[in-house]
């Protein structure tokens, strides 16, 4: 089974804000400090949009589906999007509502939030929305590359790889990590010191600082 999508762009997001130092002290469990995280490019693995921004529709797709969405006709749940003529809908991991994207051209001319029951327009978004993606996996170029290996190596999970190759994600891809991957980190990599200490509930917490505590 493959993590929430909005587990997995909960993570990103904490990433990012880590690596971009906009977080000092970070407190979590020791489970989650020890979780094994694929090594990821983290400026790659955000897309900001806000209304007059530029970016052509087929290079936001190319970057949905590099982010582990999946497209439909009619968009009902997270990490999910759907395209008519020049309209993108797109429902975020992380938002209550799904966003339309309205597009003139290459550039994004309204952002609005939308009813998932009814498809109709809620409320304007005047502030940028940031994308994260619902998958662990982010199928780019090198990844494609190591499935098709993968599938050569092992008949088995060729029909999975071959998915991989053609850029589709799907449920539980994050099994194949080990053959895709070739290192992986922890959380303690961005930290320079921790501390060890049992909560109220008897449960290990781990308090530690961020590399940016000290730069």
Known sequence: MS?????????????????????????CPIRALLQPIIPKDLKSSKLTLSNGSQLPMHNLITKLVEFGFSRTDLVERRGEFAIRGGILDLFLADQEHPIRIDYFGDDIEDLTFFSVSDQRSLEKIQSQIE??????ILINSEIKQRAKELGVKFAEIKPLTEKIVEGVSFEGIEALAAGLIDEFHSLSFFTYFLFLFFS?????VGIFFTRSHFT
């Open 3 to 27: 993590p929430k999508a909005d587990t997995v762009a909960a993570r990103f997001k904490a990433l990012n804000k880590i690596y971009n130092k906009e977080v000092r002290i970070v407190v």
């Open 131 to 136: 994308i994260y993606p619902c998958r662990e």
């Open 200 to 204: 109220h509930f008897f449960t290990i």
